[in-house]
């Protein structure tokens, strides 16, 4: 018995020292890591240093967006795909979102005035505001001037609706403050310079809660029931009358679908959504006649659903004609897969000739624009963050 108990304690003898000296290597082994490590830090130039120490130390920047026309949900839902929450606090909508050049934060209250914010912004700020005519410039001078005033701005950028006949009076006013930096302005223009002021697309009538559609959620691959479709006003002694005309006489107007009123309104009733819904979801072609403007917002809500826009070439009078590429020059720089006529007159051509297209012509059609607008998209969203922190950074 004895000697078995002798045997035991000889063996954790034995145990504990063999544990022991590999605790003792595992020390040593790290203290000689370490040591190298220490060595190759110190051979490194010292500007690789700098930069790793910089690198860990960066803050992405703040940029607060303030939103009281809902002309910046283009932006902020199709174009960044960030969300907005179905209640508002005290008015507002707010939401946010980080990119790799901004901590984004929306602010979206329709109509709101300065003196109703839930705090002041301070350093970056950007409004998104309508500047369309006379009588809604006045809402946006009012934030304009309220926020030039704060002590704490360091840059502003703006997001505008320009005026419909391009003068844009009132952007004129704003542009001599430095420190609006940055302008992106929805419509043809001859003011676009590509160097502080930048032309932005239209975009869907997210005001009327035109929808962000899932590209993948759509059938592209079936027959769709129109050949085109136009749902909208037709204002007096326009173009669109001539539409109107000339859909009357087309052979295959019986495949298309067209739905004509005499005064535009500014909210749609939830039958007409549906209905104008159904158009562009149904149809491989969406006529885009002038309207106040050129362009205009069904061109967009077409692009959404896959349906091709035909759109009408031409440039309203006295508006927007010093810029070469108007109408819809952004469309054109990025060689956008659309259709343009340049009359009304030519429509049956441009009917008769889809009519003839198999069904796997038209779905590569429908690809070849799909996928264009999404790497438009993408372009203009990093348009949008590459130049506000190319201006912001080097004027902070």
Not at 8 to 15: D, N, R, S
Not at 256 to 266: A, N, P, Q, V
Not at 292 to 318: D, F, H
Not at 370 to 377: H, P, V
């Amino acid at each position: 018995m004895r000697i078995k108990r002798t045997a035991a304690v000889f063996c954790m003898c034995i145990g504990y020292g063999l544990v022991s000296l590999f605790s003792a290597y595992t020390m040593i082994q790290k203290h000689e890591t370490k040591r190298k490590s220490d060595l190759h830090s110190a051979d490194l130039p010292n500007f690789q240093q700098k930069e790793n120490s910089q690198a860990d130390n960066i803050t992405i920047p703040k940029l607060e967006i303030i939103d009281t026309s809902g002309i910046g949900m283009y932006l902020w839902k199709h174009i960044l795909m960030a969300d907005l929450p179905d209640y508002p606090n005290e008015g507002w909508y707010q939401s946010r979102l980080t990119t790799s050049k901004f901590n984004l934060r929306y602010n979206l209250g329709n109509g709101l005035t300065p003196s109703q914010l839930l705090e002041e912004p301070s350093g970056n700020v950007m409004l998104a505001l309508n500047g369309r005519d006379k009588s809604v410039s006045s809402h946006a001078e009012l934030w304009l001037d309220y926020i030039l005033k704060m002590p704490h701005l360091k840059n502003l950028g703006l997001l505008l609706l320009g005026d419909e006949s391009c003068h844009n009076t009132m952007l004129k006013k704003y542009l001599k403050h430095e420190v609006l930096r940055v302008v992106f302005l929805v419509y043809d223009s001859p003011l676009v310079d590509n160097i502080r002021i930048f032309q932005w697309p239209l975009g869907v009538a997210s005001y009327r809660n035109f929808p962000s559609v899932k590209s993948e959620t759509l059938d592209i691959e079936k027959e769709r029931s129109y050949i085109c479709n136009f749902i909208g006003t037709v204002y007096a002694n326009s173009s669109r009358e001539t539409l109107k005309s000339e859909t009357g006489f087309m052979k295959n107007g019986s495949k298309c679908i067209f739905k004509y009123r005499e005064s535009w309104l500014t909210e749609e009733s939830a039958k007409s959504s549906v209905t104008y819904q159904h158009a562009l979801l149904n149809s491989d072609l969406t006529l885009s006649p002038v309207g106040k403007n050129s362009e205009c917002y069904r061109t967009y809500e077409a692009l959404e659903y896959g349906s091709i826009p035909v759109i009408e070439n031409q440039v309203q009078p006295n508006s927007c004609e010093g810029t070469k590429l108007a109408p819809y020059s952004l469309l054109k720089q990025h060689s956008a897969p659309v259709l343009y006529v340049q009359n009304w007159k030519q429509l049956k051509s441009v009917i008769d000739t889809f009519s003839t297209f198999t069904l796997k012509e038209k779905i590569e059609k429908r690809r070849t624009l799909m996928k264009w607008y999404q790497d438009f998209k993408l372009a203009m969203k990093n348009s949008f963050l590459q130049n506000m922190y190319n201006l912001f950074r080097h004027k902070s």
